[in-house]
Each structure stands twice: as structure tokens, then as C-alpha cells.
């Protein structure tokens, strides 16, 4: 079955970086994109980027560009949301979901446990 | 970047009611919607994709509508796992931007 495993919780002092990684799998891994979600403590759902599991090529929202590297791993199934410069308002939830395209749309249809990140001094 | 709107914020309703959410897009998203429910601590489900198609394994009692602008998802008889938060999401074009959430509750 199709599986998205993430890494787990994460506690960081403001200015620094985190790294998440989210696991794929039960199916073709290069076949689907990859999309990272942020939700903040009491707060709703925030699209962050998307990388493509086979060639690498990513897109990021406005918010969020220069400060977020989606990466991939194909040899491991694996993407990476890393960002930088932390600060308070960063803790969050942050999801990995996949795609799944469909006639007349797309949408998430697996998504990761969610990874917790703290970031406080 | 497409907004997205849902009304209401947040309805308590009675196991067996009829419920109906709105989301409204700020352009034409065609039929590019998704419909998610969200149970605390837990991640998101996807529940109707492309506005009006039921996810593989939802009940049929949810059920989605609309195209253009204007959307919404429709619980036919509220049953107790029901109790959650709705999300609107389109797909139509990056940035994918999600509403702002329906908080259903008991009443």
C-alpha cells in the first residue's frame, strides 16, 4: 500500500535550519509529485512547494521562496523539505502529500504522519 | 494567487442533519477543487477531487458540486466520525491554495 513516512519531530533555536524528509512507498516513486503543506499551531493548511520525484524540478509558493529547498532522493525514495533561517512563527506541522491526477483534477490523496518542528531559544 | 473562501467558519450541527459547506475561488478555477477533512493530530483525507468525484473509499454520503467559482461539499446525514474540519483546496494552478477551514461541531 502506498505509504509516506516522515521523519520525526524536530526542536530548533531561532536562525537555524531543519531538514524533513518523507519516505515513499508501495508504488512508483518517480510517478507522482511531491507537494510540502504547513500547518501552524490552531491554524489551517499553507501549500508550500512541489518537487518532481523524476527530475528534480521544483516550484515554491512566493512565501516561501529562498527559504525552503525541496529535494529528492530517487535511489532512496525519498524528498526533503529543508528551511532555513528559522524563526518563532516556523513551528509548525509540515505535511509531504502526494498527487494523484485524475480526469478533470488533481489532489492529494497520501499524505505523511506530519512532522512537528519547534523552533524556540 | 487564487483565494480561496469558505462560509461558514465554523456550524454545530446534529447527527443525521444535512450539511452544507461553501468555498468560493477569487477567479475561475474550472473544476479543479478538492474537498479535505481534518481530524485533530491527524493528516488531512481527501474526500472529493475535481469537485464532484468521491475519493476511493469515502462514504457516499459526502457528495461536492460546482465549477467556476463557487463550490460546495454536502453531508447528507451527519454521522458522529464526521465531526472535523473542512478544507477546500485548488489545484487549477500553483500557488495550490487551500480555504480557510470548516469547523464542524456538535450540537
Known amino acids: 500500500q502506498v505509504q509516506l513516512v516522515q521523519s520525526g519531530a524536530e526542536v530548533k533555536k531561532p536562525g537555524a535550519s531543519v531538514k524533513v524528509s518523507c519516505k515513499a512507498s508501495g508504488y512508483t516513486f518517480t510517478s507522482n509529485y511531491i507537494h510540502w503543506v504547513r500547518q501552524a499551531p490552531g491554524q489551517g493548511l499553507e501549500w508550500m512547494g512541489v518537487?518532481?520525484?523524476?527530475?528534480?524540478?521544483?516550484t515554491y509558493a512566493q512565501k516561501f521562496q529562498g527559504r525552503v529547498t525541496l529535494t529528492r532522493d530517487t535511489s532512496t525514495s525519498t524528498v526533503y523539505m529543508e528551511m532555513s533561517s528559522l524563526r518563532s512563527e516556523d513551528t509548525a506541522v509540515f505535511y509531504c502529500a502526494r498527487v494523484i491526477i485524475r480526469t478533470g483534477g488533481r489532489g492529494f490523496d497520501h499524505w505523511g504522519q506530519g512532522t512537528l518542528v519547534t523552533v524556540s531559544s | 494567487d487564487i483565494q480561496m473562501t469558505q462560509s461558514p467558519s465554523s456550524l454545530s450541527a446534529s447527527v443525521g442533519d444535512r450539511v452544507t459547506i461553501t468555498c468560493r475561488a477569487s477567479?475561475?478555477?474550472?473544476?479543479?477543487l478538492n474537498w479535505y477533512q481534518e481530524k485533530p493530530g491527524k493528516a488531512p483525507k481527501l474526500l472529493i477531487y475535481a469537485a464532484s468525484n468521491l475519493q476511493s473509499g469515502v462514504p457516499s454520503r459526502f457528495s461536492g458540486r460546482g465549477s467556476g467559482t463557487d463550490f460546495s461539499l454536502t453531508i447528507s446525514s451527519l454521522q458522529p466520525e464526521d465531526f472535523a474540519t473542512y478544507y477546500c483546496q485548488q489545484s487549477y494552478s500553483s500557488p495550490w491554495t487551500f480555504g480557510p477551514g470548516t469547523k464542524v461541531e456538535i450540537k
Open positions: 518537487v518532481s520525484p523524476s527530475d528534480g524540478s521544483t
Open positions: 477567479q475561475s478555477i474550472s473544476s479543479y
